[in-house]
């Protein structure tokens, strides 16, 4: 892949977790609750600009951190912390918005494993299981107040034991 | 005041192969569905790269934003989303919301909407449900 051109660079403040990581565990191990890790970022005026325009977003020159920065540093987070396992599909998202997060805040995400289940499909004569994953993604501010819980769901490989 | 019925305000987004590699860089997602465009080409089911699921998202984020008159959801927001066919660069898609329910919780008023993103195809790439509290 040719290298791309780059408006970002983004460091984590901190990345943080248990050795043991989910891709480590097998389906039948994965129990809601398990810490997945997470990790701390500061949201600059500059990168806030440059998302805006990136994403064709009327608000810019604003205070507030635009709901999708803190989508996408929570999936720079989950990919750190090998959350997504390899072939997985994204299923579908459930979001609550609670405080606003403010150009300057120290954000921290967790991430754990909110459910899992198998669903039994019926196609053809043939009975094949999907399993799904969900996984938690709660933000905080540096005061403790909650930004977002995103809950993600997964379609995990066929692949996986 | 919005009623059951109304159509709200809507966004859309272009999305570009130039948004997604710079949305890569951001999130660290370089998974090759996203930006391998020569690899991608003969993929049996995508036959091209797709965008990032959250990508296909930010059409109806703003468009909360929108009607809420902010730029932050307000406290009792929630969206409930599935993702049902990908996003291609050159696709435009957009955001659609119509009340479906109102509702009291908590001394707010609520807005419960049908919600979908489609591309400029007529594909549903993403629908679900938001709750969304009216300015």
């Known amino acids: ?94 979001i ?66 | 005041m919005a009623v059951i019925g109304d159509t709200l305000e809507s966004k859309s987004l272009a999305v570009t192969q130039e948004l997604i590699n710079e949305y890569a860089h951001i999130c660290g997602d370089y998974n090759t569905l996203h930006v391998d465009v020569e690899g991608m080409k003969n993929h049996p089911i995508f036959g091209g790269t797709i965008a990032h699921g959250t990508i296909n998202v930010e059409p109806v984020l703003q468009a909360i934003c929108a009607i809420q008159r902010t730029t932050w959801p307000k406290e009792g927001t929630t969206i409930d989303l599935q993702f049902r066919a990908p996003v291609k660069p050159g696709d435009t898609i957009t955001s659609k919301l119509v009340v479906k329910d109102k509702k009291t919780e908590g001394g707010k008023n609520i807005l419960v909407c049908d919600m979908l993103i489609t591309n400029d195809k007529g594909t549903d790439c993403v629908k679900g449900s938001a709750e969304t509290v009216p300015d």
């Not at chain 1, 994965?30 to 005026?45: A, F, N």
């Open chain 1, 1 to 94: 892949m040719a290298k791309l051109a780059q408006l970002f660079k983004k460091d984590l403040v901190t990345n943080f977790g248990p050795e043991k990581m989910l891709p480590d565990l097998k389906f039948a191990e994965m129990e809601p609750g398990w810490d997945c890790g997470g990790g701390t970022y500061r949201v600059t005026k500059e990168e806030v600009e440059k998302f805006a325009r990136l994403m064709g977003d009327p608000n810019t020159g604003q205070t507030n951190v635009p709901i999708g920065m803190i989508y996408i540093f929570g999936l720079r987070i989950c990919w750190d912390r090998k959350v997504f396992i390899d072939q997985a599909v994204r299923a579908g998202d459930k």
């Open chain 1, 96 to 161: 609550t918005f609670y405080k606003p997060a403010k150009v300057g805040d120290t954000i921290t995400t967790k991430l754990s494993i909110a459910d899992k289940k198998e669903v039994k499909k019926e196609k053809e004569g043939k009975v094949s299981i999907n399993k799904f994953l969900s996984i938690n993604m709660n933000a905080t501010n540096q005061n403790g107040e909650k930004i977002t819980d995103i809950q993600m769901s997964f379609l995990l490989p066929k692949t996986m034991q």
